[in-house]
């Protein structure tokens, strides 16, 4: 089993529609969760950014983090085209003295005008 | 601020050829990340260093693989010889750890071909 998990669509939505995605993981000493954009030849960007369990909104984002179910979640609402890119999940399991990130492998979005 | 900066921005080798990535992290950040990005495996960590110094570089493929930080502002990944398989992008990124442990900044990458 991977230490982490994301569908890699293609996802393909119409401008305006609530769009969910979403990563599984085994790793249970992961504690921060990240969302990276990757525009098409371009490299990650942070998205969202949380500690252990909970959500976090910034706009149209919102991220989710369920320890229990080791199940993350990032909703956009009302997708515009700019929001075409892939969507990276991302996570660490102690800020102390190990900064990796393993990452899944990304989902893209297409958003429709 | 000009963000991470990498050279070359694509490279076609042949088979055999040494190859050398450049990276300039954003200034003030003291941890350094290369990582390589393909279909097949997507995006994995190969080496990262903090304060100049390799920390953990279980990621690097096998011995054609180096890299080196000799200063703050400068690293270098290298592959000798390379071969077709190591065709990807690689990625630099920097950050400056602590609380900020997943806030890492990439650079554009360098697309690298191996015929």
């Known amino acids: 089993q991977k230490e982490v998990e994301q569908d890699p669509g293609p996802l393909s939505v119409p401008e305006g529609a609530i769009v969910s995605l979403n990563c599984t993981y085994s790793?249970?000493?992961?504690?921060?969760f990240m969302w990276y954009r990757q525009y098409s030849r371009k490299g990650p960007e942070l998205l969202m950014y949380?500690?252990?369990?909970g959500n976090k909104e910034d706009g149209r984002f919102t991220a989710q983090v369920d320890k229990s179910s080791k199940y993350i979640s990032l909703f956009i609402r009302d997708s515009q085209p700019s929001d075409s890119a892939t969507y990276l999940c991302?996570?660490?399991?102690?800020?102390?003295?190990?900064?990796?990130?393993?990452f899944g492998k990304g989902t893209l979005l297409t958003v429709n005008p | 601020d000009a963000g991470v900066i990498q050279s070359p921005r694509h490279e076609v080798t042949e088979m055999g050829q040494e190859v050398t990535l450049r990276c300039k992290p954003i200034?003030?950040?003291?941890?350094l990340f290369w990582y390589r990005q393909t279909m097949m495996r997507g995006l994995e960590l190969l080496i990262y260093?903090?304060?100049?110094?390799?920390?953990?570089d279980s990621g690097m493929p096998e011995d054609r693989f180096s890299a080196k930080m000799p200063n703050a502002s400068f690293s270098t990944l290298k592959i000798q010889p390379s071969e077709p398989r190591d065709s990807a992008v690689y990625f630099c990124?920097?950050?400056?750890?602590?609380?900020?442990?997943?806030?890492?900044?990439f650079g554009p990458g360098t697309r690298l071909t191996v015929t």
């Open positions: 990124a920097s950050s400056r750890g602590g609380t900020a442990v997943g806030e890492q900044y």
């Open positions: 790793n249970s000493a992961f504690q921060y």
């Open positions: 949380t500690y252990s369990s």
């Open positions: 991302a996570m660490s399991d102690s800020g102390g003295s190990n900064y990796k990130l393993t």
């Open positions: 200034s003030g950040h003291d941890y």
């Open positions: 260093f903090n304060n100049n110094v390799p920390i953990d």
